[in-house]
């Protein structure tokens, strides 16, 4: 486990996860509001369904986005040679924040927890990219 790509394999299978997660709840929640699954055309279209159906679909796409920066900076750090544990850490630090993320978004979705640990996984995010813009 001490290899930084590691990571990236724990986040891509917790996005996997999400995915069938954010299925098994969506379609018997469609097939209950009668809704085809053309009523999923456009954003927004699925708003009818309930929030604890529509926060797990919220997650996977957030899972979509700032997870591509940790993506790229794992793999310029390792493609530059620069990993180190303190890296190794860091990205572990970050997998379990967004697992954290994971778990406050599709469950109790509080709005100020959820923005503390994602402000959290930012913040390392920020370290990794300002420690190997240093290794230049």
């Known amino acids: 486990m001490n290899s930084i790509l590691t990571p990236v394999l724990a986040l891509i299978c917790l996005s996997l996860i999400v995915w069938v997660w954010m299925y098994a709840t969506r379609i018997p929640a469609m097939q209950r509001a009668k809704l085809t699954p053309d009523a999923a055309m456009h954003p927004g279209s699925l708003d009818v369904l309930p929030s ?47 697992v954290i993320h994971t778990g406050v978004q599709c469950t109790v979705n509080r709005v100020p927890l959820r923005f503390m640990v994602f402000s959290m996984s930012t913040f390392v995010l920020m370290i990794m990219a300002i420690r190997s813009l240093l290794a230049l």
């Open 52 to 98: 604890e159906v529509r926060r797990v679909a919220d997650n996977y796409n957030h899972l979509m986005e700032q997870p591509t920066i940790f993506y790229a900076l794992v793999f310029y750090i390792y493609l530059a040679g620069l990993v180190d544990p303190f890296y190794v850490g860091l990205a572990w630090a970050y997998v379990g924040l967004r």
